[in-house]
């Protein structure tokens, strides 16, 4: 019986497939066996390390053109700059590996070495930048490896105008900072280019200076009717300050004295005259400041004063019939102690003065005593302070005192024993180094032990301002208040307001006007005696170097007075020269 036709096709498969791998065998078992040998391509782990190029499965179809060595696709070069053209053809990115962000080296044509010498681009400057400077050449100082960094650390470009900007510029020498030179302690700035340099005694800083000066009065004596004179001034100054890490101690002493060539008449119209005859006056102020530091919040506190002077020309207590103005001194010290608790301070101190006069020498020879004007001051003063933020401090402060005389009862046969004081109120300010000072107002009371002698009482007025108007300019305010002991019979004392007005300008920095305006008001309690006084003067200082100054005054003073004949008018004209050091 035969077979379907598909079937016996079938069968003949499977007995050709069987009878196949048995020839083969047959054909391997005459040949000798051989092991496969060691070649590098076994330890290739490229891509068809172990097929020949031709034979990849994943090679280029025929229809792309390629040569020989791109077979295989390799990964492209990241330094290759894509914008560079060729002329060959393009390629297909069929197989390639992608690429993310710029080449390496990209834009250097802007920046960096550019071998093309292509024109460079300039870069971009924000408003007020300045432009940069062109490389240092040969022989330039090699500039510092570590660049300026701004407050969040990244290297600053230029420096924000506020670290320069009304900013006096220090010089090299004094900056420590000259090319050669060794390394020295950097010196303060000193804001005034002529002024005195001074001398180091071991740690203090010492500087002296002295004015002579010449020239004429029109009424030194300050008489109702003026009578002139040539006057001569000299007046020497010195101030010694420590330079010491902790403690301070200051000491600034200034003094005049003022003669005259021409006398002052014995008499006027028949009887004495109210000035002396000879009306040369001294002058002198100094003070020596100490500070001891205890710790960081507590300091011990000292002052040693001394003023000598006369009574002003005009005064009612010059005696009629002088010779000449005797000198009184005033001379005393404070010591106390500054504590600090965070903002808040407190300072106390006790104080103890004396005033001494010296004898009176009348014209016909005789001698009267001042006695009866000497007096012992015992008093205390409080001052409560608080910080409320940098530059403003309002504060508070209490003083209170008692005089005592050296003769129960003066000239006149009233006590002159009292007791008193003040309270005033203010702040202390600092406002961008353009505006400081100190301002105050109170009220000061004084009783004395004669009934007879009423009480004196009144407003005051405290305070010292400093206005930068610019950097040529400056203008200074100046006030005060005091209560002055007086020999008039029935008055109590002498309550005295004082207000000053200064503006400096520089026309070049060796070449200084000054112009001063004072105002001021005596009010004798008890005598119903009000003198008011107006100086309106003008300075030019012509700076030849740090030593040597020439200078020149001109004032006229003004006391009105609502007694009669008590009013005056003078003119003063100077010219000197200072020198200091």
């Not at 069968?11 to 070649?39: I, N």
């Amino acid at each position: 019986m035969g077979l379907p036709p598909g079937r016996g096709r079938s069968k003949c498969a499977y007995a050709f497939r069987a009878v196949l791998p048995c020839l083969l065998l047959t054909a391997l078992e005459s040949a000798p066996a051989a092991a496969q040998s060691l070649t590098p391509d076994l330890f290739n782990p490229t891509r068809g390390g172990f097929a020949a190029p031709d034979t990849l499965p994943t090679r280029r179809t025929a229809g792309v053109r390629q040569a020989p060595s791109d077979a295989i696709p390799q990964a492209p070069d990241p330094n290759d700059d894509p914008r560079k053209k060729s002329d060959a053809p393009a390629t297909t990115r069929v197989g390639q590996m992608p690429t993310y962000g710029l080449p390496a080296a990209n834009g250097a044509s802007s920046s960096g070495y550019d071998s093309l010498n292509r024109k460079r681009q300039q870069p971009k400057l924000y408003p007020g930048q300045p432009k940069p400077k062109r490389a240092a050449g040969p022989g330039s100082p090699v500039p510092s490896a570590t660049p300026a960094l701004s407050p969040l650390g990244a290297p600053r470009i230029a420096p924000p105008p506020s670290e320069t900007a009304h900013k006096t510029p220090v010089p090299p020498a004094m900056a420590g900072n000259v090319p050669g030179q060794p390394l020295r302690r950097r010196l303060k700035a000193d804001d005034d280019a002529f002024g005195a340099v001074g001398d180091y005694a071991g740690s203090f800083l010492i500087k002296g200076g002295l004015e002579l000066s010449t020239g004429y009065d029109s009424n030194p004596a300050r008489l109702q009717k003026p009578v002139g004179s040539p006057v001569y001034v000299v007046a020497p100054d010195l101030l010694v300050m420590s330079d010491w890490e902790r403690h301070a101690l200051v000491a600034d002493l200034r003094g005049s004295f003022s003669g005259y060539t021409n006398n002052m008449p014995a008499t006027i119209d028949g009887l004495a005259s109210p000035s002396p005859v000879e009306i040369n006056r001294p002058d002198f102020t100094g003070h020596v400041d100490g500070r001891f530091d205890v710790d960081r919040d507590l300091k011990l506190t000292s002052q040693l004063r001394l003023r000598l002077a006369t009574d002003n020309p005009g005064s009612p207590n010059v005696q009629a019939g002088l010779q000449k103005y005797p000198v009184y001194a005033t001379y005393g010290g404070t010591f106390g102690v500054d504590q600090t608790f965070n903002r808040f301070q407190v300072a106390a101190g006790a104080t103890v003065d004396r005033t001494a006069y010296t004898d009176s020498k009348l014209t016909d020879g005789s001698i009267f005593s001042n006695d009866d004007r000497d007096f012992n001051q015992y008093g205390g003063v409080g001052r409560f302070s608080y910080e409320l933020k940098p530059g403003l401090k309002p504060f508070v402060e209490i003083q209170g005192d008692n005089r005592v005389h050296d003769q129960a009862a003066d000239r006149n046969g009233y006590l002159r024993d009292s007791n008193g004081g003040y309270a005033k109120v203010g702040s202390s300010f600092e406002f961008s180094r353009i505006l400081t000072g100190e301002v105050s107002v109170g009220y000061s009371a004084r009783n004395y032990v004669d009934p007879r002698l009423s009480q004196l009482a009144g407003f005051l007025t405290s305070g010292s301002l400093i206005w930068n108007a610019s950097g040529l300019t400056t203008v200074k305010f100046n006030t005060d208040t005091q209560i002055a002991e007086t020999t008039i019979p029935g008055s109590s004392g002498v309550l005295v307001h004082t207000y000053a007005a200064e503006v400096d300008h520089d026309f070049r920095r060796w070449l200084t006007a000054i112009g001063k305006f004072t105002y001021g008001t005596y009010d004798y309690q008890g005598q119903n005696r009000n003198d008011k006084t107006y100086s309106l003067e003008g300075n030019l200082i012509y700076k030849l170097n740090r030593n040597v100054w020439i200078k020149g005054t001109l004032r006229h003073d003004i006391l009105d007075s609502n007694q009669p004949g008590s009013s005056s008018q003078g003119t003063v004209a100077m010219v000197g020269v200072r020198l200091q050091n």
